[in-house]
């Protein structure tokens, strides 16, 4: 069963600042790692979808990395912005069962960017 | 402006009331989902679409149902046999399934419900 973590939970940072958030799954046969953001009582907006094949993808001050067979990605957020303050959710499509809907998601890293 | 639209935005249930949830998509996707997600938890998939008269359980289907006469449309019932329905719910749409590597999932703004 697929399994992905977030890490940290939480994270406070000044306006700036250049950081990473974290995510680890534990079953390497995915088709692709999306990175989303929440907004308290909204819906999720897609910021980045990384495929199997691929290393990383970039947005504006967005980049997102991808190492399939240790089960990591990251999500590095530059400059940061008070308007960048919102739960990131990472979310993996795919497993060892051959699912080819599926998503599974962390439980998201709430970041607060301090003016 | 494409997107998926959910409606109500808050839902209210009476004990024993069924309740219907719906979600619309102007993005001519395939594909469509609805998700549950709690305080504290991860997403989790209720039911999926993969096409027009076509929906398969997800992990928590119990206490649901939905239909998918219109490929616009997905509406989802919370039923009476669901015992903790307070939560808040996602629907969502790709062009196509995740395991074609490249189709995101988008996202609606979600439906709170809430028990009188």
């Known amino acids: 069963k697929q399994e992905v973590t977030q890490i940290p939970a939480a994270l406070s940072v000044p306006e700036g600042e250049n950081l990473v958030l974290n995510c680890s799954f534990t079953d390497s046969a995915i088709y692709n790692l999306q990175w989303f953001r929440q907004d308290p009582g909204k819906g999720l907006t897609s910021l980045l979808l990384?495929?199997?094949?691929?290393r990383e993808q970039t947005s504006g001050r967005l980049n997102a990395s991808l190492d399939k067979s240790s089960g990591r990605s990251t999500l590095y957020i530059a400059a940061s912005q008070p308007g960048d303050s919102a739960t990131y959710l990472c979310?993996?499509?795919?497993?060892?069962?051959?699912?080819?809907?599926?998503?599974?998601f962390g439980k998201g890293t709430l970041l607060t960017v301090n003016p | 402006d494409g997107g998926i639209t959910q409606s109500p935005k808050y839902l209210f249930r009476k004990e024993g009331q069924n309740v219907t949830l719906s979600c619309e998509q102007n993005?001519?996707?395939?594909?469509m989902y609805w998700y549950r997600q709690d305080p504290g938890q991860g997403l989790r998939l209720i039911y999926y679409?993969?096409?027009?008269?076509?929906?398969q359980k997800g992990d928590i289907a119990e206490g649901y149902s939905v239909s998918r006469e219109k490929k616009e449309s997905f509406p989802l019932t919370v039923t009476s046999a669901q015992k903790n329905p307070t939560a808040f719910y996602l629907c969502?749409?790709?062009?196509?399934?995740?395991?074609?590597?490249?189709?995101?999932?988008?996202f609606g703004d979600g439906t709170r419900l809430s028990i009188l």
């Open positions: 979310a993996v499509g795919g497993d060892s069962g051959g699912s080819n809907y599926k998503l599974t």
């Open positions: 969502a749409s790709s062009r196509g399934l995740t395991s074609q590597g490249n189709q995101p999932q988008h």
């Open positions: 990384i495929q199997s094949s691929q």
């Open positions: 679409s993969q096409i027009v008269n076509d929906f």
């Open positions: 993005l001519n996707h395939d594909a």
